[in-house]
């Protein structure tokens, strides 16, 4: 599986940003998809997650309420929708794929994506 990260940029405080990974190869579905962040200084950190149905999903307290996770799987991609911005969210954005539940650990996801880079100005 490769995967694809896009949508990142620079927003202000309390705005919006929707990203978005693309993935290869047919057994996407399969797949428990999550999206990880790593600021300057700091290690990698969970986010969200979302089963391969969309059914689950699975967030860190720190964005709970402010950034939904989805997945459309007749496109292969995964979204995370990030509304509220703080400039603590400022941080490379990363998703995963993982063949297993254990969502905030980062073992075991198999395959990540490159990042892109979301900063928020405050």
């Known amino acids: 599986v490769q995967l694809q990260a896009s949508g990142g940029g620079l927003v202000q405080a309390g705005g919006s940003l929707r990203l978005s990974c693309a993935a290869s190869?047919?057994?996407?579905?399969?797949?428990?998809m999550g999206w990880f962040r790593q600021a300057p200084g700091k290690e990698r950190e969970f986010v969200a997650a979302?089963?391969?149905?969309?059914?689950?999903?699975y967030y860190a307290d720190s964005v709970k309420g402010r950034f939904t996770i989805s997945r459309d799987n007749y496109k292969n991609t995964v979204y995370l929708q990030m509304n509220m911005l703080k400039p603590e969210d400022t941080a490379v954005y990363y998703c995963?794929?993982?063949?297993?539940?254990?969502?905030?650990?980062?073992?075991?996801?198999?395959?990540w994506g490159q990042g892109t880079q979301v900063t928020v100005s405050s």
């Open positions: 190869g047919r057994t996407f579905v399969s797949y428990v």
């Open positions: 979302i089963s391969g149905s969309g059914i689950r999903t």
């Open positions: 995963a794929a993982s063949a297993a539940w254990d969502v905030s650990t980062l073992t075991t996801y198999d395959y």
